[in-house]
């Protein structure tokens, strides 16, 4: 079964609001990366953070993580129409080869002007 | 600055014919490789990774192979393409302690 898991599937906004992403996970992690990715392109790596961290900051976006409830969520704020991408979550396993990540199924950011 | 490379970027291709997809690195030495497959609408499925030349793991059994004849170029390939092998394949390239990934550009890959 996946590893992460975000929510929702799809997210549809308008410009200037603030958009949040959640990805759950199953097993214990060293680390949890965002990625984005725009249409028919590669993944970006936006954010990485520890499992001993628990929030930050790159910009406008803002990353947390909860290790007791297993969950992260991703916060765009001030949004503009071009961080409409598929935002995904990834995780790096403990105990798993180290480097390989899982990826959840992404959330879809549409962002209207 | 690191850069990597994929090609091609569009390939169709009739079942039981041959593939090969190549992935390079610049500006970086003894990086991790990996090759991901993405399905429309989908997240990533790791196929294969590398920690050094000649050293392959695969993630899944399948119709594909990798091989790294060299340190910074990775091959994916197949000898007869199924219909189920269509997709979005991503190169993408770790240090070897930092556990970010960068990607490719990706090559869509139809198999008619």
């Known amino acids: 079964s996946q590893q992460g898991e975000e929510d929702p599937q799809a997210l549809s906004i308008q410009e200037g609001e603030n958009a949040t992403m959640n990805c759950s996970y199953k097993t214990s992690i060293n680390n949890l990366q965002w990625y984005r990715q725009n249409s028919g392109r590669g993944l970006v790596h936006l954010i990485l953070?520890?499992?001993?961290?628990r929030e930050k900051h790159s910009g406008r976006l803002r990353v947390t993580l909860d290790t007791s409830k297993k969950s992260s969520s991703l916060l765009i704020t001030a949004s503009r129409a071009a961080d409409t991408a598929s935002y995904f979550c990834a995780t790096d396993v403990w105990g798993g080869s180290q480097g390989n990540l899982i990826f959840g199924k992404g959330t879809k950011l549409s962002v209207k002007p | 600055s690191q850069t990597i490379h994929q090609w091609p970027a569009t390939l169709v291709q009739p079942v039981g014919s041959p593939l090969s997809l190549e992935c390079t690195v610049e500006?970086?030495?003894?990086?991790?490789l990996y090759w991901y497959r993405q399905a429309a609408g989908r997240g990533l499925q790791l196929l294969f990774y590398?920690?050094?030349?000649?050293?392959i793991s695969s993630e899944v059994p399948q119709n594909l192979s990798a091989s790294r004849p060299q340190d910074r170029q990775f091959i994916l390939s197949s000898k007869k393409l199924l219909l189920s092998d269509s997709g979005f394949y991503l190169c993408?390239?770790?240090?070897?302690?930092?556990?970010?990934?960068?990607f490719g550009p990706g090559t869509r890959l139809t198999v008619t």
């Open positions: 500006g970086t030495s003894n990086p991790n």
């Open positions: 953070i520890r499992s001993n961290e």
């Open positions: 590398s920690v050094g030349i000649g050293q």
């Open positions: 993408a390239w770790s240090g070897t302690v930092a556990y970010e990934q960068y």
